[in-house]
């Protein structure tokens, strides 16, 4: 994840939505009890017997053969060991595969830098679709290490990132036959944190792919339409605690109340429908250039990562359990799609 900022959620929202008031003497206080608002009961995960069902313990095996490539910075051989891990990955599993080449530069750097977002689609053909996506570039510096001289250490931001990559690895098992109505993408952003100082820029390949998106858009007729994107960043450690992210809720309400009911059917406890919304924090993600695109986006997310942007953020702080509870509903939810 790159830069982030907090910002305090207009208190009343939870009032509006669900007729009751926010408890302001208590901002921690959470309830995975989101609003009644129709959406079938029975989109519950059933690990072990269903198509759809997430292997954690796969998914830590994606993690960490992606970590074990090192730095996967932008425009490195890292990063393109990593491109040619991904496409044959999603090819076998029945993805078509696609490369957004396009390069940038940061004030900060004397060269541009070649960068490629990963698109894998199921059902190409399909005019309605969803986005689900996270970014695979490691930051070039450890920016969060209390010693600047550990900065340029390698570091494999096995979280931040890496993670939500792993996750889509293993969400691909399903793909081919999941029972949904609309075409699927996986969208994997470049430059997301090629950032080496203050001047430079985040979010790099999300700004490109939402522009390129926007400009389709406006032709006379567009090829297909993106009616949902949900980004995945920080989500995947032990004790994560995912409450609704501001920009989320001000911007693609209606998408949030959709995927938290179905984490309440799938008894996700990791998702948090927080009462107290002073605390709540406003990110500064990939879902901001999609949600500027015209896309409904949503951002699941853990605000309080302990080891953003340090060295210490390894595989081991992932956990199985997790990938399957938030594999469990994100596949739950595509099925009543």
Known sequence: MGMRWAGALATGWLAAV??????????????????????????????????TSVDG???????????DLGPRISGTAGMKKQQELLTKHFEALGGKVARQEFSGQQPSQNAEVALVNVVASWNPERKERIILCA?????????????????????????DGTAGVALLMELAHGMKDLA????????????????????DKYFLGSEYFGSDYAKKQKGKKPEFKYTAAILFDLCCHTGAKLNVEGHSWDNAKELVL????????????????????????HVLDDHIALQNAGIPAIDIVDFDYEHWHKLTDTPDKCSAAQFAEVGGVIAAWLKGK
């Open 180 to 199: 949904t109505g609309v075409g699927v993408d996986f969208v994997i952003f470049d430059g997301e944190e090629y950032v080496f100082n203050a001047q």
């Open 57 to 67: 313990d796969r998914a830590m095996k994606y993690l960490k053969q992606l970590c």
């Open 258 to 281: 959709e995927v938290w009911k179905v984490a309440e059917a799938n008894k996700a406890k990791s998702f948090k429908f927080i009462r107290g919304f002073d605390r709540s924090t």
């Open 18 to 51: 669900c007729g009751c008031q926010p408890n302001q003497s208590s901002a921690e206080e959470s309830t995975n009890e989101p609003p009644k608002v129709g959406f079938a009961e029975d989109r519950a995960a059933k690990p072990g017997n269903d198509k």
């Open 135 to 159: 970014h695979y570039d490691t930051r070039p510096l450890a920016d969060q290490e209390a010693n600047p001289k550990n900065w340029a250490k390698p570091f494999v931001s096995a979280n």
